[in-house]
């Protein structure tokens, strides 16, 4: 399959809808199947354990709303669940990432030869073992940028009344951003493009990169689609990066 012709898709969205496409390319499936069967066993279980718990979470949360603002617990109560369920689904989400790592950069390199038609350097099973440190400093390096940005996010929650309120938006947009974050690295990791380069390249397109993530991050939410939506945010990703960023650095 050629790379796509101009004109680029101007949303973040329609790559989305391309990543739902390409996973099921012939000779693609098969690099979707173990990054799956995680996903399917990871999330799975952990959002059957998230709402069998939800309705004590719920009452503790809402407890920090002072008296003078329960009139508004109507708005905040869906708030409050909305605002679990997105730091829920990014952290099994992220989880899930660091486990099945290994297979998405794989996923990417193949995809993208397809896209290309250009071969990258082959990465063999054995060299995928062999590169698992490299692969697992880059995953740490997502976390340490992601863990005091949560940290502070969290804390907005304990702002009475004005926190419960906008701690969900922000959540969102911040879960959208590292969703982005998440699934174009494996494509720039492949090309060893450093990380802090990549959030430079992704910035310059940052409506396109919220769209895209917020997205991804919506569809994580959502019972049995967020089983699936992995590989499709890598093929998605992948795709983002053949139209817009290989054109830097490769020649």
């Known amino acids: 399959m050629p790379q796509r012709q101009q004109p680029l898709p101007s949303s973040g969205f329609t790559y989305v809808k391309i990543g739902c496409h390409l996973v099921c390319l012939p000779g693609i499936r098969r690099y979707v199947i173990v990054p799956l069967l995680i996903n399917i066993l990871l999330l799975g279980s952990a959002f059957y354990w998230l709402f069998t718990k939800l309705h004590q979470w719920i009452p503790q949360l809402m ?72 692969i697992m400093k880059r995953e740490w390096q997502k976390f340490l940028y992601y863990l005091p940005r949560a940290i502070g996010l969290l804390l907005v929650h304990f702002i009475p009344g004005f926190g419960q309120l906008i701690a969900p938006i ?18 720039f990791d492949n090309h060893k493009v450093a990380f802090a380069t990549m959030r430079r390249n992704l910035s310059r397109d940052r409506q396109l990169q919220l ?40 020649t």
């Open 63 to 134: 407890s920090h709303v002072p008296h003078w603002l329960a009139w508004l617990n109507v708005i905040l109560w869906p708030l409050a669940v909305v605002s679990i369920v997105l730091i829920f689904s990014y952290f099994f989400s992220t989880l899930a990432n660091w486990i099945a790592a290994p297979f998405f950069g794989l996923l990417a390199e193949k995809l993208e030869q397809r896209l290309t038609g250009h071969t990258l350097n082959e990465m063999s099973w054995w060299s995928l073992i062999a590169d698992l440190p490299r």
């Open 170 to 187: 922000l959540w969102f947009i911040f879960g959208a951003w590292m969703m982005a974050i998440q699934y174009c690295d494996y494509p």
């Open 211 to 250: 769209e895209f993530g917020g997205l991804i991050s919506f569809l994580t939410m959502i019972p049995i689609i967020n089983l699936v939506i992995m590989p499709i945010a890598v093929c998605g990703a992948t795709a983002l990066w053949v139209d817009r960023y290989r054109h830097t650095y490769i």
